[in-house]
């Protein structure tokens, strides 16, 4: 599509300011997050002049290297990983503030050594003794990790420096686990210096629904029960678990993307206005949202969720293998790989309006998608015509690969009698604004280094997640699946998913090149 005028916006708001001075540690340093997301990512913010001159990383992990090797190291995996060319002199001024020592996450005495590291390397780049702990870790090191910060000062904050924490997930495997994470934390550090991250959170087309929704008037007059039908959100992947077996087999679809990914996504696309942008406006108004999931009884488990696991099949034209002869599942492997559910949210605005989603590996096509498809029109007028239905309107948010905006509508197909044709009015982010190289942390990273928590989850909406999917695990884990694998890589899933929206009437709307 053609051309656009850019609302003039104000400049910081276009720019964006440069992040504090502060440190960056980062545990896990020679894991592959770090290798492939967070180097690139701070480099891409370097490059935008959004990361403070005065800044440093401090690398750590298990290996003995010296700033040395570490640097060389980096330097290799950044050919590999930069999303654009990198320039020389801008590496340079990177690598020299580059660090690393040696530990493992959980004895006590790395701790006491990264302290006294990290008082030289705060004043060679003037870094004001702001850090910003990036746990790029195992799971099980999060607890201890920042204990052992808070034990030797490394938490304390004063009116002169900030203290922050970035945590990946998983958070917790349940409920329980989640909520015990949470005191653990909160026993050494204060709610605004953790950070949650979902990285759901660093695409543009995901923030982009706050901008749809509450910054155009069409929309959010018709945005409600009385003329939306239902939403679909749909996370399909054609991957497998690739090297992840021994992780993914524990978590399985439903933990691995519903309480965390999907849960983003409904709660953007549910939730009503906040009273502002600022981060405690928008996650309480999200976190309200996931208060008013209906929780599921065990029966609604039995009748409004499907889980899957795919035997093999054929991608892209060649034959791929069943889940249970990836390595490392064991080949009676009960996990599922995919999932789809019904869910009720209940409060004014949505009730009786389903919300469906479904999300899962090896499927028959890479797309992220919010359908919102609206009632039908009444067919009155069109009774005396060869027309036989009319087809919803569907507002279609692409979150990926393709991303953009689409509106599906009837129009007349041309000739002498009344018949219609679906067609599609569709925005590209690429065709207005181009395409910018990036990894998806950079505004994360940015986000925190400037304070602003709005795109990390609080404690409470970790919580309010795991509440959502606890009873379905439950009931899972009791009665554990008899018919697996029960659907074929390369297909849409099993075929229980269509029939969860079938038996009401609705079909899933596929992705479509
Ligand atoms: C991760 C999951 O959090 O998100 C992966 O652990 C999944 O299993 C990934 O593939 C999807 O992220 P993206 O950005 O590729 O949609």
Not at 50 to 54: A, G, I, K, P
Not at 199 to 203: D, E, N, P, Q, R
Not at 326 to 332: A, G, L, M, N, Q
Not at 490 to 494: A, R, V
């Given at each position: 599509m053609g051309h656009t005028e850019l609302m003039p916006a104000a400049p910081q708001l276009r720019t964006g300011r440069p992040a504090d001075p502060c440190t960056m540690v980062i545990f896990?340093?020679?894991g592959d997050l770090t290798r492939r997301k967070l180097i690139p990512a701070l480099y891409n913010l370097a490059k935008s002049d959004?990361?403070?001159?005065?800044f440093a990383i401090v690398g750590v992990a298990r290996a003995e290297m010296s700033d040395e090797v570490f640097r060389k190291k980096i330097t290799e995996d950044m050919k590999q990983f930069a999303s654009d060319g990198v320039d020389s002199d801008l590496w340079e001024w990177f690598l020299r503030r580059m660090h690393y020592v040696r530990g493992?996450?959980?004895?006590?005495?790395l701790y006491p050594r990264l302290r006294d590291l990290l008082e030289k390397v705060d004043e060679e780049h003037s870094t004001h003794g702001n850090h910003l702990y990036y746990l790029?870790?195992?799971?099980?090191?999060f607890g201890p990790v920042v204990e052992n910060l808070a034990a030797v000062g490394l938490m304390e904050e004063s009116e002169h420096h900030w203290r922050r924490v970035i945590i990946e997930k998983?958070?917790?495997?349940?409920l329980e686990s989640a909520r015990a994470l949470n005191q653990r934390l909160l026993s050494v550090a204060?709610?605004?210096?953790?950070y949650r991250i979902d990285?759901?959170?660093?695409?543009e087309t995901v923030q982009n629904i706050l901008a749809l929704r509450?910054?155009?008037?069409?929309f959010e007059p018709i945005w409600n029960r009385r003329y939306i039908d239902h939403v679909q959100i749909s996370v399909t992947e054609?991957?497998?678990?690739e090297q992840r077996g021994s992780y993914y087999d524990q978590a399985g679809a439903l933990r691995d993307m519903v309480p965390n990914h999907m849960m983003q996504l409904i709660s953007l696309t549910a939730?009503?206005?906040?009273?502002?942008?600022?981060a405690d406006a928008v996650r309480d108004e999200q976190n309200k949202i996931l208060r008013a999931i209906q929780p599921y009884t065990p029966e609604d488990v039995l009748i409004k969720t499907v889980r899957g696991q795919y035997g093999e099949g054929i991608i892209n034209g060649e034959r791929v293998p069943a889940y249970r002869e990836?390595?490392?599942?064991?080949?009676?492997s009960r996990t599922e790989t995919c999932v789809a559910m019904k869910l009720s949210i209940d409060n004014w605005r949505w009730a009786d309006v389903p919300f469906y989603l479904r999300t899962g590996k090896r499927l028959a096509a890479r797309h992220t998608q919010i359908v919102i498809q609206f009632r039908r029109a009444p067919f009155v007028l069109f009774r005396?015509?060869?027309?036989e239905t009319l087809m919803p309107n569907q507002l279609v948010v692409h979150i990926q690969p393709e991303e953009g905006i689409s509106l599906r509508f009837a129009a007349k197909v041309p000739g002498p009698s009344m018949r219609l044709g679906a067609v599609d009015m569709s925005f590209e982010y690429r065709d207005y604004f181009g395409t910018q190289p990036s990894t998806g942390y950079e505004r994360l990273l940015h986000d925190c280094m400037i304070g602003d928590a709005t795109l990390f989850q609080r404690a409470d909406m970790v919580e309010a997640g795991w509440c959502v999917v606890s009873p379905v695990l439950d009931v899972w884990k009791a009665l554990p699946p008899r018919?697996?694998?029960?659907y074929a890589a390369?297909?849409?899933?099993?075929k229980e998913a269509d029939d969860l929206l079938e038996r009401e009437g609705r079909h899933w709307r596929n992705f479509e090149k």
């Open positions: 896990g340093a020679a959004l990361l403070s001159r005065e493992n996450f959980g004895e006590k005495d790029a870790t195992s799971a099980d090191y998983p958070f917790g495997h349940d204060k709610e605004h210096q953790i990285h759901y959170l660093g695409k509450f910054a155009n008037g069409i054609t991957v497998g678990v939730m009503e206005p906040p009273v502002s942008f600022q990836e390595p490392d599942v064991p080949p009676d005396d015509t060869p027309v018919y697996f694998p029960n390369g297909t849409w899933g099993p």
